[in-house]
């Protein structure tokens, strides 16, 4: 598990790197697409949420 978080870490930073400086024309636009890989990297790494009743979908009611 730790080798595929540094994998993951390093491969975030070098698509991070490559956002900033190598696949874009301007400082503006590179800051700007910088700031989408990062809202997209948090947004797939983020834990499912839960249910809206605040069970899980496997839990049984309880009796009471």
Known sequence: ???IR???GA???AVLMLCRYTW???ESEGL???GLAV???GRASSP???SPRGRSA???PSAG
């Open 11 to 13: 491969l975030l930073v």
């Open 39 to 41: 809202a997209l990297s």
């Open 32 to 34: 700007a697409l910088l």
């Open 1 to 3: 598990m730790g080798l």
């Open 24 to 26: 874009s024309s301007t």
């Open 48 to 50: 499912p949420r839960s």
């Open 58 to 60: 496997g839990s049984a």
């Open 6 to 8: 540094f994998c993951y």
